[in-house]
């Protein structure tokens, strides 16, 4: 058997190694025969033979047989449909999944040609949902499972296949994979397909179905109104035929859906939803079903709620016993989630030690090679999986051993919570790296706020008991996990893409082969109890990973960047942090929970933390001082009083505590949270001895450097190499067809204003910087797009418009259209630094979980280093006066930040008394990468062919002269 074993390993893992699947040729069989039929009929009289005793690997023998008379006459329906049912036996009957896989891959290196009829499209199709198949409701690795349906899908695409049941097999489950997954956006796509097509046809029961899980999707993306509408849908599908036992089904599962979504608020409409779940269990003939465990799961959860919890504890207790009896091992993700819901019950009723007890037990049925070994059952983070239940089950874990800390003011509980919870978000990591749609993982982080903040908190009071140093790190850590994440995935990814190269491809692809294979081997040993399967499954899974583990060092070593960007890649330290920073340099990263604001400084040789009260007072102060920064309307003393009392405020606050503390430094780098993440930190007041006037006031940019990071993970991530630049600067400075002059750099409508300054603006930037000036007319968006990668500096001074419902439909103004965020993401940018000289450019939607979803991200998005934006709506002209004096700064050699500074100051040195408002100087504000910009190298080009010739020339003249003295 062990031999057997090793030989169909190897031939497996030649397949793997010399199978590119992107790089099959189909060829043609030019001489096909006459097929064989007769010969084909004895051949599956013995195949048939064969499966009356079991004996796979015989009936296999004569299978591709089979297969080999169908190539011979070169239809590949025939041969496709044998290879279809080797897989279907081996998976279905044998469950021999090794051998499934060996013939998929055999299938697909001996493919001849493209699929071109019915047959053969429905055959190959099959084979990937085969796969899926397995994967997914069989192995339970639903993140391999949708490659394979989707290639499926694509196949059914080309062969214009669909009916409602192909529909079922294909979009339903790719659907729910992807739900499970948290990828709402695919999943969403593909149960509208399913209910399009199942809405094509008389049987509705394909299309209650289809509802049932439409409705999953909406509510796990925290849409409960749409939810509710698709399970009623389905509900209202199935009632009409009650008489036969799949739309009971149905029904079923649409009521238990709906109890479970008015659990939270509507207790009654649960109970009534619950109630008719019964109802139709009575009239049910199948009564040892799943779905009789999920309503008695969802009858203790309204108990619960209830605050019944004896009855809640008898219902968990019934339910999770009838998951057992029907089939334990099938069932490990239903016990897990049930053991989840009974662990909730006992946190309620503050039976910490009786609740830690069921998170064990789920995590136990989630990862079966977990080992409550002692009393924490720490998880080692190799048996981590992206699996929202073990994620829900750690985070669970963690609320217990938190209630026992409190009873018994253990610090070693508090120490396991805090273990849990950095696991969980670890999950939530594995989970978002999976997703390929932003706005899946946005919601994903959406989830996840309130586990930030629990392992904050947990992190802060282990560092006040004990300020050991390790729990300041902690707590910078989960800080870090919870700023621009998406952000940071976009950015290494397009590294990646830029290092990205022949050799980096093919050792990649083949651990692209290897990797779920390796995840595969995993699973099934947890589950293994033979102990001579154990040992074929050992072999094997060594004999892979000795593999893997080459590949990956010819990857690190042929191509170390690319293998840091796509592999190595981790959230920041604090010693990371350290290292890199210059000794007058600080950074400031906040993280703001719903009742403290937390401050975390960082500068070469010290690490300090401080914490506030996110109170009335300070959100008060916070409050006012944002609506008179940002607002245009006229001044009068008492308001402006005002101001400067809050602005007093705040700076105490939040900088005064920090920056007191501080010897040596000139920049400031902010790292802001949420609604501090609208405040130009440089307009702080720091000296309020004299407030009277405004031209007596003191700054924080009067003092420091001020510059803004998205995260410190994100902040230390090197820029791209940057392809050389032909030029420094291309600006854009767009007309509009309106007459009418704005004042301000405004959100627009149809028929926007045209800027009386932007023009003048960009000709005084290009004409210092030598730079391309496409005003008027001739700022377009194709322009844009077409030539914006050839400059060193991207300089934009029109209108903007900030969505703050959907982020990627935020625009910029060009003269003949508009700008989206959505294509913004995608372009292919090369600049160092990019202006935007626009209203509103660095707010945005603030996504929990992410940060502020602002054009400025938009252009980080897209890999630019650095972003200079601005936070309102700016004034037209002042906004054109500092650009020319932050050029004029950047020219000879300052920092961006320091030149920014330095425009401000000048600005403020020759406005009058009225335009030293804040409103008209602050809201620009540099975020990113500081360093200065190399002008010369950029535009030097220009002007070297004239210096050659000039000391070719001098040349020849010193030349010639030496001549005439010798002569």
């Known amino acids: 058997m062990q031999q057997i074993s090793v030989i169909l390993f190897l031939c497996f893992l030649s397949i793997i190694i010399s199978c590119k699947r992107k790089n099959i040729e189909y060829v043609d069989n030019i001489n096909p025969v006459i097929l064989d039929t007769s010969a084909i009929r004895t051949l599956q009289i013995r195949c048939n033979s064969f499966l009356e005793i079991n004996n796979y690997d015989s009936f296999t023998v004569y299978k591709i047989q089979i297969a080999d008379l169908y190539e011979e006459s070169d239809s590949l329906g025939g041969w496709l449909q044998a290879y279809d049912e080797i897989m279907t036996r081996y998976r279905k009957d044998a469950k021999q999944y090794d051998k499934t896989i060996l013939y ?277 983070d190799s048996l981590l999986m992206p699996e929202n239940s073990i994620l829900e089950a750690c985070e669970g874990l963690g609320d217990a051993y938190t209630g026992m800390f409190g009873e018994n003011n253990n610090i070693l509980d508090l120490e396991v919570a805090l273990q849990q919870y950095i696991s969980a978000i670890k999950i939530e990591i594995l989970l978002r790296k999976l997703f390929q749609n932003e706005s899946s993982k946005l919601t994903l982080l959406k989830k996840g706020n309130k586990l930030h903040e629990k392992a904050f908190e947990t992190a802060k009071q282990l560092y006040r008991k004990t300020y050991d140093k390790k729990y300041l790190q902690q707590m910078f850590w989960v800080s870090e996990t919870s700023k621009y994440s998406v952000l940071l995935d976009s950015y290494v990814g397009k590294k990646a893409t830029a290092l990205f190269n022949n050799t980096a491809w093919k050792n990649d692809s083949l651990l692209a082969e290897i990797n779920p294979r390796l995840k595969q081997l995993e699973f099934q040993l947890r589950y293994a109890e033979d102990d001579g399967e154990k040992n074929i499954l050992k072999n094997e899974l060594h004999t892979l990973s000795v593999l893997q583990d080459s590949l990956q060092k010819i990857l690190h070593q042929n191509n170390p960047a690319y293998y840091q960007a796509k592999y190595a890649y981790t959230v920041s330290s604090l010693n990371d942090l350290k290292q890199s920073m210059d000794t007058n340099q600080l950074v400031i990263t906040y993280f703001t929970t719903s009742d403290t604001v937390y401050t975390i400084t960082v500068s070469k040789n010290d690490v300090s933390f401080y914490s506030i009260a996110n109170d009335s007072a300070f959100n008060t102060s916070l409050n006012y001082l944002l609506s008179y920064i940002s607002n245009s309307n006229s001044y009068s003393q008492k308001q402006y009083d ?145 030539q914006a990668n050839e400059y060193a500096v991207i300089h934009i001074a029109s209108h903007a418009c900030v969505n703050y419902q959907n982020s990627a439909a935020s625009q910029i103004a060009f003269s003949d259209t508009i700008l989206f965020a959505s294509d913004i993401y995608y372009a292919n940018l090369n600049a160092q630094l990019v202006t935007l000289s626009a209203c509103n450019t660095g707010t945005g939607k603030l996504e929990t979980g992410e940060g502020m979803m602002s054009l400025s991200r938009a252009f980080a998005y897209a890999g630019c280093p650095s972003v200079v934006m601005s936070l309102w709506s700016a004034n037209d002209e002042s906004t054109s006066k500092i650009m020319e004096y932050f050029y004029a700064a950047l020219k000879t050699g300052n920092k961006k930040d320091e030149a920014l500074r330095l425009a401000k100051l000048k600005y403020l040195e020759q406005a009058d008394t009225f335009h030293k408002q804040p409103f008209f100087w602050a809201s620009f504000m540099v975020i990113g990468d500081t360093e200065s910009i190399d002008f010369q190298n950029s535009y030097s080009n220009k002007f070297l062919p004239y210096i050659i010739f000039s000391i070719l020339l001098l040349a020849f003249l010193f030349f010639v002269k030496r001549m005439k003295r010798n002569r």
């Open 104 to 380: 998929y891959n055999l299938m697909l290196r001996n493919i001849w040609r493209l699929p071109a009829d019915e047959l053969s499209y429905d055959k190959l199709a099959n084979m990937h949902r085969q796969m899926g198949y397995l994967y997914g409701a069989t192995l339970n690795l639903w993140y391999v499972a949708v490659g394979y349906y989707e290639k499926g899908i694509a196949t059914m695409d080309a062969g214009n296949l669909w009916t409602p049941y192909k529909a079922t097999l294909f979009l339903k489950s790719y659907g729910s994979g992807n739900t499970r997954l948290g990828e709402h956006e695919k999943a969403s796509a593909a149960f509208k397909k399913y209910i399009s097509i199942c809405g094509k046809g008389s049987d509705t029961i394909n299309l209650a179905q289809a509802n049932n899980e439409f409705g999953k999707v909406y509510e796990d993306k925290g849409d409960t109104v749409q939810a509710i509408k698709y399970y009623k849908n389905a509900y209202d599908l199935s009632e009409k035929k009650l008489t036969d036992s799949r739309y009971v089904e149905e029904a079923i599962i649409a009521t238990l859906n709906l109890a479970s979504i008015y659990t939270s608020k509507f207790i009654d409409s649960a109970h009534y939803y619950n109630t008719k779940t019964f109802d139709l269990i009575n009239i049910w003939n199948n009564k040892e079903d799943d779905e009789i465990a999920a309503a008695y799961i969802s009858r203790g959860e309204i108990a619960a709620s209830k605050n019944n919890y004896p009855d809640a504890v008898k219902y968990f207790s019934e339910g999770i016993y009838l998951y057992q009896k029907n089939d334990a091992k099938k069932n490990r993700r239903y016990l897990a989630k049930a053991k989840i819901s009974m662990g909730k019950c006992y946190l309620q009723q503050l039976k910490y030690e009786t609740a830690g007890v069921q998170f064990k037990e789920s995590l136990q049925n989630s990862i079966p090679a977990y080992k409550s070994v002692t009393k924490a059952g720490a998880i080692n």
């Open 642 to 786: 005002s101001y400067i009392t809050a602005s007093k405020n705040v700076y105490n606050y939040i900088l005064k505590p920090v920056l007191q503390k501080q010897n040596g430094i000139k920049n400031c780098i902010i790292i802001p949270d949420k609604k501090l993440s609208l405040l130009p930190f440089d307009v702080l007041a720091t000296d309020t001895n004299k407030y009277n006037d405004i031209n007596d006031a003191t700054y924080l940019v009067q003092k420091y450097n001020v510059s803004y990071a998205f995260s410190a993970s994100v902040y230390l991530q090197k820029p791209l190499e940057h392809l050389p630049q032909k030029r420094t600067v291309i600006a854009f400075s767009p007309s509009f067809k309106s007459n009418k002059y704005f004042t301000e750099r405004d959100c627009f409508n149809a028929n926007v204003a045209s800027l009386l300054f932007n023009r003048k603006e960009t000709a005084s930037i290009t004409n210092l910087l030598s730079g391309k000036d496409y005003s008027g007319d001739a700022a377009t968006v194709k322009n844009f797009l077409q």
